[in-house]
């Protein structure tokens, strides 16, 4: 009797099929982009949207092509940052979907721009209840479907804002594929750098680069007296055993939408940018 | 999965799909012997693997108008959010490549800007004016 190896295809259900033809969709979507980068951190409130907005926002004043996809869909900001949050995705002549933009050029999806504020983020279901069991392979190949359906276009860099979750940093190493790098984001609590030493463990279980870390959050910025000052008690540098990108003031500024980092925060994330593009460009395959 | 005809030690091959209430019939029958069996998942089931954004029954005709797996979860949606919001072939025609997982949302915001435009449909004038506004390539 054949085995389940000796029967070529399935009938005619073709799930494999699609399943590939959905990746090459994307591949096809991506391939006038340049350096794929996912900003994750496994800790929560870390600040990695506001860093992975303004990191776009640096790298845009070098010059370069940056789009962001927001990967958190339960918890979209990008969005609401970019000040495109009422912007729908347009279909253009050729079917692909066009990205709104914001003011200072850098594309945005994100789901923010899709669903109002005011709504959850839900999906149709044939179930009644029960979503802990499908609701995580949805949400993939939602994003998915949205990579592959997006005209990206030519970048030097598409920035995905990850959501939360060390393990879900993984799953989304292993959704991405090996062409994506990522950027770890830290702050100097020592509950957030934990967190995110896990999340480097399990990325060296991925073929993905690493390219560094972030450390956000240290200290804040006081307007008042043009200075920054301590947030978070004086420690040690963690050794995460990747490069530091650089260590990033809290701006209060930046908690506004719309707000513009104060000239001493820019420098820093101009820092930060630059070292990122260095890393992305070194470690190239 | 795949399905074997034991007694023809051949690989049976998808007939029909049908779809009720959130499961699916799909029918099999064997090339060689004629013999045919029906999968019936219940909606949980039908759920998981809808999940993947996959269709299944591409070589075969369905007995209802819906796609087997996507085309039940995209009814039920489409039973709740569709005003009937008119929109002309040609601008339908530019989201037939949409996947069905996102042309929901995307037509939400779409048709949102067109009411509040004063549009009274979409049509591809209204879709270019929306690339515009939103300083879209």
């Known amino acids: 009797m054949k085995s389940y190896y000796d029967i070529v295809g399935d009938g005619g259900s073709k799930i494999v099929e699609q399943v590939v033809e959905q990746r090459e969709r994307i591949a096809r979507s991506l391939s006038a982009v340049r350096h794929r980068v996912a900003v994750g951190s496994g800790k929560g409130g870390v600040g990695k949207s506001t860093l992975t907005s303004e990191i776009a926002r640096a790298l845009r004043r070098r010059g370069l092509g940056v789009a962001i996809l927001d990967a958190d869909l339960n918890g979209p900001s990008q969005a609401r940052l970019a000040g495109v949050a009422a912007a729908p995705l347009v279909p253009g002549p050729d079917g692909g979907l066009c990205m709104s933009r914001s003011a200072d050029g850098i594309g945005v999806v994100s789901v923010g721009s899709l669903v109002p504020e005011s709504q959850a983020v839900e999906f149709d279901s044939v179930v009644g209840g029960d979503s802990h069991i499908w609701r995580a392979t949805r949400e993939f190949a939602f994003l998915g479907q949205l990579l592959g359906a997006v005209r990206w276009g030519e970048l030097d860099f598409l920035l995905i804002d990850l959501p939360p979750g060390a393990e879900r940093t993984y799953q989304y190493a292993e959704f991405l594929g090996p062409d994506t790098a990522f950027v770890l984001v830290s702050t100097p609590s020592e509950l957030a750098r934990g967190i995110v030493s896990r999340s480097v463990a399990a990325l060296r279980g991925t073929p993905n680069r690493l390219l560094g870390y972030v450390e956000n959050m240290c200290g804040y910025y006081c307007a008042g007296c043009d200075e920054v000052r301590p947030l978070f008690p004086e420690s040690e540098a963690p050794d995460f055993g990747v490069a530091c990108f650089g260590r990033v003031p809290f701006d209060p500024e930046l908690a506004r939408s719309g707000g513009t980092a104060a000239p001493g925060t820019r420098d820093l994330l101009d820092g930060v940018a630059a070292r990122l593009a260095s890393a992305a460009e070194q470690e190239s395959p | ?137």
């Open chain 2, 1 to 137: 999965m795949k399905f074997l005809c034991v007694p023809c030690d051949r690989p049976m091959k998808l007939e029909e799909t049908r779809s009720d209430r959130g499961s699916i019939a799909l029918t099999y029958g064997c090339p060689d012997c004629g013999y045919e069996f029906a999968m019936l998942t219940n909606p949980m089931e039908t759920q998981v693997v809808g999940s993947l954004g996959v269709k299944i029954g591409g070589d075969a005709p369905s007995a209802g108008a819906k796609c087997p797996f996507t085309g039940v979860v995209q009814e039920l949606n489409d039973s709740g959010a569709d005003d009937g919001f008119p929109w002309t072939p040609a601008a339908e025609a530019r989201m037939a490549n949409v996947p069905e997982f996102v042309k929901p949302m995307v037509k939400t915001g779409i048709e949102k800007f067109a009411r509040d435009g004063g549009h009274a449909r979409v049509d591809e004038q209204v879709l270019d004016k929306a690339k515009g506004f939103f300083g879209m390539d």
